[in-house]
């Protein structure tokens, strides 16, 4: 037997998350079985341990939409027992069960070898969150940064924190915009180079243009943040748009489109093909200094999970919470 975060649904439509202890027969099939060592808390796993039950497929449900450890055993040839595993996407911890449990089972394709240089702590330190950030700065090199600061909106939260660190060590200046102003300190620490109260943006002019602020943005607030954004970039700049933690609404208009040819690019950690997620993990593991990682990172337990859920949703967690399984 071993330990895992449950969340149920009863009769009435009410869900309730607690600690209780499962066995290996109860975890759903799969080719790989996992010996969880940690998992972090993201914004949807926030969703998905509060009222209502947020994105959850099925009942009883094990939350945890990212996880690291070390392969138990594996029906598929492509792992075997004692490899180094990080797992992001693919539904787990919403259609599938999750990484908050001691062991989890999944399919071998949703998995990833730990790239050289993270351990399975310093993978979740990172996380969904962390992997997304890097999809999006990917996303933006692909259609180049243009000279001038890098925004980053959400900045003190987990996408913001790592998006800032990896900008700021690829040599870009980086603008954070946060709502905090206690947590500057915090995002200096990361490397930004300037610091935008959150207001600045969203109680600017609301003309669909505005001066040329911004070499390249990578948006974790979506809704009146992202719409006052895409009026400020350079000439032939993009937007890595990757959350909604503002809204999802988008009350923009074509016009930085059509005259200053700004791109949005849309940003899926989910789905992302195996080559991809290689790529990625490989350059986090070269991009990010582990030491900044080090510096976001708050530790927690299984019993700390429903807290941290109702946290994160209220936009109140720094950087990234890693969730010792086992501790
Ligand atoms: P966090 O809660 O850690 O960070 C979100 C940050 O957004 C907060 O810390 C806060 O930053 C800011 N914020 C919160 N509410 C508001 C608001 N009403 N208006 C303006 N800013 C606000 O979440 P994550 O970083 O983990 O995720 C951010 C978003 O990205 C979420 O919507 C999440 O679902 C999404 N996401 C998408 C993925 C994808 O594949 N596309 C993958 C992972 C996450 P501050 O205090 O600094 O202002």
Redesign the pocket.
């Known amino acids: 037997m071993f330990n895992a975060l449950v969340v149920n649904k009863n009769d009435e439509g009410k869900t309730s998350a607690a600690v209780q202890e499962i066995g290996l027969d109860d975890l759903p099939d799969g080719d790989v079985t996992v010996a969880v060592e940690y998992s972090t808390?993201?914004?949807?796993d926030?969703?998905c341990i509060g009222p209502g039950g947020g994105l959850v497929r099925n009942y009883p449900h094990v939350p945890g939409?990212d996880f690291a450890g070390t392969v138990e055993a594996s029906d598929d040839p492509r792992y075997k027992a004692g490899d180094k595993v990080v797992l992001?996407?693919w539904r787990v911890g919403e259609a599938y069960w999750g990484g908050y449990a001691q062991k989890a089972r999944v399919k071998a394709d949703w998995l990833v070898p730990l790239p050289d240089g993270l351990d399975a702590r310093q993978a979740m330190a990172v996380?969904?969150?962390g992997?997304?950030?890097m999809?999006?700065v990917m996303a933006l090199e692909d259609l180049g940064i243009k000279d001038g600061p890098v925004l980053v909106?959400?900045?003190?939260?987990?996408?913001?924190?790592?998006a800032t660190a990896i900008l700021a060590n690829l040599g870009h200046q980086v603008a954070?915009?946060?709502?905090?102003p206690e947590?500057a300190e915090y995002?200096t620490s990361l490397g930004a180079t300037q610091i935008v109260a959150?207001e600045e943006i969203?109680e600017t002019t609301k003309r669909p243009l505005e001066a040329e602020a911004w070499g390249g943005c990578v948006d974790?607030?979506?809704?009146?943040?992202l719409a006052r954004v895409l009026g400020q970039m350079q000439y032939g700049a993009s937007v890595s748009?990757?959350?909604?933690?503002?809204?999802a609404g988008l009350p923009a208009t074509v016009i930085p489109f059509l005259l200053r040819g700004v791109n949005l690019l849309?940003?899926?950690?989910?789905m992302q093909p195996y080559d991809n997620r290689v790529r990625a993990w490989q350059r986090i593991a070269k991009d990010l200094p582990m030491d900044k990682l080090d510096a976001m990172v708050q530790p927690a337990t299984l019993s700390d999970l429903p807290q941290l859920g109702r946290d994160?949703?209220?936009?109140?967690?720094?950087?990234?919470v890693v969730v010792d399984v086992n501790a």
């Not at 808390?41 to 949807?44: A, F, H, Q, S, W």
């Not at 954070?176 to 905090?180: F, H, L, M, N």
């Not at 974790?220 to 943040?225: L, Q």
């Not at 849309?266 to 989910?270: C, E, H, K, R, T």
Request: aromatic share 4%.
């Open positions: 808390v993201n914004y949807k926030g969703l939409i992001t996407g996380g969904t969150a992997f997304t950030a999809l999006a909106t959400g900045a003190a939260g987990g996408v913001g924190s790592v954070a915009v946060t709502g905090r947590t995002l959150r969203n974790a607030v979506g809704g009146d943040m748009a990757v959350g909604l933690a503002g809204g849309g940003i899926d950690s989910v994160i949703l209220k936009g109140q967690v720094k950087g990234r």
